[in-house]
């Protein structure tokens, strides 16, 4: 049988996985999941690998069953040269990545995406309606946001693989500090590492998970950050909209586990006032069904889609 590796790089985890290359389907049987390796700058090369070849090893599957090694990393990235740079939660200016899975897996083709691009994919082949499809967007909204995009049916890439990232779009000019070294942008308001930000700034010591629980209680000071967070959520929702006028917007990511106290607001305020956050057409806003394990998703998606040389990626 022939069968496709899917690799999910993130700042906590990485997920590995091996799926059929036919009947993809979004219940994925062979997996393993481990703290993110990051000892040196060649650790987490070393760890896919070791991590790949275990999954084999443990599931008798040969090398020459594998068509591709598929990776969905946190980014930025160069997807040519396969190296992850500038990623603060990873720690090192450059990652090799792909040499070193090249090295062992000399015969297996390795592709690599930015994760949140590989997600949407996910979406693509797994989730979206037929409708949704050729204008489709996913957002994350987890430790950071990011963004994938598919206007007019093909995946915008961009000239290294790091298009969409929406997370980093200044959406005010106030001081508040932004993980990637500006201020202003969508991120440092309403993801989980902007979240805890706010509440360090209003005097509070709470986690994000206990921010949540003291908005649901009527805390007025829980509240404003919550509030704050849904407001500019509508506002790059809103600029998202603008940019590449998709038919559908997916949501996932950790921070959803909270959605019902932002995202019933956020569709309130484009059914009750779209002109103040969007000039297109409202899209349908949703949250994606795919769960944690949507890198992984995206990554065996990509693998699926390079091989039938669909028409998505060109
Ligand atoms: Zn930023």
Redesign the pocket.
């Known amino acids: 049988m022939q069968y496709l590796v899917g690799v999910d790089i993130g700042g906590t985890h990485v997920r590995t996985c091996i799926a059929p290359l036919e009947n993809l389907t979004k219940n994925i049987i062979i997996k393993k999941k481990e703290p993110t390796s990051k000892t040196d700058e060649m650790s987490l090369g070393k760890q896919i690998v070791r991590m790949i070849s275990s999954l084999l090893t443990q599931n008798h599957l040969k090398k020459t069953e594998i068509v591709s090694i598929n990776i969905a990393t946190a980014g930025p990235l160069d997807a040519k040269k396969g190296i992850i740079f500038n990623n603060a939660n990873l720690g090192f200016k450059t990652i090799p990545v792909k040499d070193q899975i090249n090295q062992e897996f000399p015969e297996i083709p390795c592709n690599m995406i930015n994760d949140a691009n590989g997600a949407v994919l996910g979406v693509h082949y797994f989730e979206a309606l037929e409708n949704e499809k050729d204008n489709l967007v996913y957002i994350t909204m987890s430790t950071g946001i990011g963004g994938g995009v598919i206007a007019n049916g093909h995946l915008v890439l961009g000239k290294d693989g790091n298009a969409a990232e929406v997370?980093?779009g200044t959406i005010s000019d106030s001081e508040t500090p932004?993980?990637?070294g500006?201020t202003g942008?969508w991120?440092?308001y309403s993801a989980g590492s902007g979240l805890s930000k706010q509440i360090q700034a209003s005097g509070q010591k709470w986690s994000n998970k206990e921010l949540y629980e003291k908005a649901k209680e009527g805390d007025p000071i829980a509240q404003k950050i919550v509030d704050q967070a849904t407001h500019y959520s509508t506002i790059g929702i809103g600029l998202i909209n603008n940019f590449y006028d998709p038919e559908a917007i997916y949501i996932g990511g950790a921070i959803t586990n909270n959605s019902d106290l932002f995202l019933p607001v956020i569709k309130e305020n484009f059914e009750k006032h779209p002109i103040k956050f969007t000039i297109n057409r409202v899209p349908t806003i949703k949250l994606t069904q795919l769960g944690d394990e949507i890198g992984l998703l995206g990554a065996l998606a990509l693998g699926k889609y390079i091989l039938n040389k669909n028409k998505i990626l060109l």
């Open positions: 997370g980093h932004c993980s990637c500006t942008c991120e440092a």
